[in-house]
């Protein structure tokens, strides 16, 4: 049986480059899955907590052409989103919930593919031996380390422990999407090539993403509410939450930040009405960076959740990381990023017949 994905030549050097494409690529997207804040408080290995109920350890989740997609690879991809929604919705609601749902139907309708295209790569790998080497692999683990975990190994340790997922699992995961990443590149190789004007365009437009995001530091205003104020016995975490949401009510309303933020705020901050300056992103909770460096300058968000309480908080200077120049492997990713966008209509067609082609069986999560 002949693959769909005849073996080019050029497959070999793409698998070899595809820890940057996808390591560039995934810092480029807006949020298969938003990031991506909770308060303003050091780095804390501890997430809010999933959804109550039994757990399973290794449950199904989708089977493809007879090979399992687990809930623990889905609830470790989950975990950054729902962190972070967890923190921008402290009261969950409706909204809470349709954007968690949206995210776990992204996450598996992208498992779901992967593991489509990657039953072609079986067939490939089988003839010809074509593969991604280990050191790219950890490469591209570092890099998502750093990303999304603000560089903090032991958080990244303690979410695939919570996942029930071990270092060898979440390895394979990466090395899978590199693949399929290629694998894609591959099939479309024969699209127009990228114009010069169209190279820069993109560059332009996703160059911020690219970022050393380790070097950013940020300066902003914050009120701090603990769930449990010691200064106010009958305070409770719904009081607090409802005085943190008035706040920001005053605040929307031209209220003086300082002066609030001396009176309410429960932080070593607040009696210079919350003021805090040049603090380096990886002095912050993954979920609160991802919030606030998303933000622009003198804009309100919150009341942000996190487990030690409610957080107010305006950026007032933002100090990105250097953006790398638009040459060697950067310019490479981004003219296979144009190349994709060429043939998104054609790619979407492709996975399209072969969805129909699979097997699928995907469970009620």
Avoid: C
Wanted: glycine residues 6%; hydrophobic residues 40%.
């Amino acid at each position: 049986m002949n693959s769909p994905f005849p073996l080019s030549l050029g497959l070999v050097a793409i698998l070899a480059q595809a820890g940057l494409i996808h390591a560039q690529e995934a810092a480029a997207q807006d949020s298969d899955v938003p990031a991506q804040e909770a308060p303003v408080q050091p780095r804390q290995p501890q997430r809010p907590p999933m959804p109550k109920g039994p757990i399973e350890v290794n449950g199904i989740a989708a089977k493809v052409n007879g090979k399992v997609i687990t809930k623990n690879e889905i609830s470790f991809m989950l975990a950054p989103v729902y962190s972070q929604l967890v923190s921008q919705f402290p009261r969950r609601g409706s909204e809470f919930e349709r954007q968690v749902k949206q995210a776990r139907d992204n996450i598996v309708q992208e498992l779901v593919d992967r593991q489509i295209i990657l039953s072609e790569f079986a067939l490939i790998q089988k003839d010809k031996g074509a593969g991604i080497k280990d050191q790219i692999v950890d490469e591209e683990v570092k890099r998502q380390i750093r990303e999304l975990f603000n560089g903090d190994e032991a958080k990244f340790q303690l979410e695939l422990k919570r996942s029930h997922l071990t270092m060898d699992g979440y390895r394979k995961m990466t090395k899978d999407k590199m693949i399929v990443q290629a694998m894609r590149a591959n099939q479309f190789a024969d699209a127009p090539p990228p114009l010069p004007n169209e190279i820069r365009e993109e560059y332009d437009s996703i160059k911020l993403t690219l970022r050393d995001t380790t070097k950013d530091r940020i300066s902003f205003k914050k009120i701090f509410l603990p769930r449990m104020d010691p200064q106010n016995a009958s305070a409770t975490p719904d009081s607090q939450l409802t005085l943190a949401e008035g706040l920001a009510k005053q605040l929307s309303q031209g209220g003086d930040f300082a002066a609030l933020a001396k009176v309410h705020s429960r932080d070593a901050f607040a009696a210079e009405g919350g003021a805090q300056l040049n603090v380096p992103r990886t002095d912050l909770s993954p979920e609160f960076a991802a919030s606030i460096f998303d933000a622009k300058p003198g804009q309100l968000l919150g009341p942000l959740a996190d487990p030690n309480g409610f957080t107010l908080v305006i950026p007032t200077k933002i100090d990105y990381g250097p953006v790398p120049a638009l040459e060697g492997k950067v310019s490479e990713m981004i003219q296979e990023r144009v190349r994709r966008k060429k043939t998104s209509a054609q790619y979407e067609r492709w996975i399209i017949s072969r969805r129909k082609r699979a097997m699928i069986d995907i469970r009620p999560l």
